[in-house]
């Protein structure tokens, strides 16, 4: 449009109005085009749902893959099984068989939760749709029931994978002291919504209490998968991976840093090595060495231990 409006004035400057004001009438009605065609009182259904949506979730295109997962091997074959049902989707239907795509991750924060639906949208070539539950409630008080079912929609037309973030807070026990009306109504209309959807979109729920989940939920998945906190030959193997990625030369013993990095989620250690990294830069050096490492990993120990407030 501003290349165009270049154009017409440079034309003008030159003396060629009439060629100028064509085309500064062509851009204005180009201009017009673009608005939406949208008169007072009047709405345009699929406009106005394609508005709501955009704020029922965050879209993403996730270059990830399962390859950058650090994992337990059962895990990482139980997660490529799950792809494998999907890419032979059509063949399964065929025999009216279909592949597992309810999914509930549970586990501890910072162990690969959202990182999973990030690679699984990443290894399909699917878009990633990320409902936030909690927030979906405190915006939508009142009418969170309808928002999922829009949303629930939207699963039978765009084939996507749909991630449930943060679904503790209407997955918690039906019935739990707090509960409240519309939390109940809210994860009564869940599942049943679950229950029923049989297109082809992934839909996972995450969430950091398995344990405190309703029974009546467990049911409706295809498969649970829980993750937990690393153990030392993941912690080496995620800070190895981590380091190596980074701009600087590192000499660090990766079983001794492993050890110091003992219940510490992957999200912590990955975070360690970064800070262990950017200090190295700040001053000024070029080799990363073990006790980089050690002193960044307890600094997360201590930031995570800190007293409330
Ligand atoms: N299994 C893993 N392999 C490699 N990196 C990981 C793994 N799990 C987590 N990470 C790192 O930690 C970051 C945060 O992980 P993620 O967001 O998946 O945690 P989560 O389980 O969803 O936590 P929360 O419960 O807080 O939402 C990731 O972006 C990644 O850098
Ligand atoms: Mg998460």
Redesign the pocket.
């Known amino acids: 449009m501003s290349v165009a409006m270049q154009v017409a004035a440079g034309e003008a400057r030159k003396g060629h109005t009439e060629f100028s004001d064509e085309l500064r009438r062509m851009i204005e009605k180009a201009k017009n085009r673009l608005v939406p065609q949208q008169t007072a009182g009047e709405t345009i259904p699929f406009a106005a749902a394609r508005g709501e949506l955009g704020e029922l979730f965050a879209v993403f295109h996730p270059q990830t893959k399962l390859a ?4 337990p091997a059962a895990m990482q074959g139980r997660m490529a099984r799950i792809v494998g049902e999907h890419r032979q989707m059509a063949m399964l239907r065929g025999h009216n068989l279909h592949p597992r795509q309810k999914l509930l ?1 549970s ?10 639906a ?1 690679a699984l949208a990443g290894e399909l070539g699917l878009p990633l749709f990320v409902v936030r539950l909690d927030a979906l409630m405190t915006k939508f008080l009142g009418e969170t029931a309808a928002k999922l079912r829009l949303i629930f929609d939207s699963m039978e037309k765009v084939r996507a994978v749909y991630l449930f ?2 679904f503790d807070s209407i997955g918690t026990e039906r019935g739990t002291p707090g509960d409240v009306g519309e939390m109940r109504r809210v994860l009564n209309s869940f599942l049943m919504l679950l229950e029923s959807y049989r297109g082809t979109s992934l839909v996972i729920a ?1 969430t ?1 209490h398995g344990h405190a989940l309703d029974q009546a939920l467990f049911r409706r998945f295809d498969d649970l998968l829980a ?1 937990a906190l ?1 153990t030392k030959e ?1 912690l080496a193997e ?1 800070i190895r ?1 981590r380091l190596a990625m980074g701009p600087v030369k590192t000499t660090v013993a990766l079983a001794k840093v492993a050890k110091a990095a003992e219940g510490l ?3 912590e250690v ?1 975070r360690a090595c970064d800070e262990a990294i950017k200090l190295l830069l700040l001053e000024g050096r070029s080799d990363l060495k073990t006790p980089d490492l050690l002193l960044a990993l307890e600094e997360r120990r201590t930031f995570l231990n800190r007293p409330s407030i």
């Open positions: 950058d997962m650090v994992l991750l586990g501890p924060p910072g162990c690969g939760k959202t990182m999973t990030h973030d943060e995450a950091n993750f690393p993941l995620t991976r989620s992957y999200a990955v």
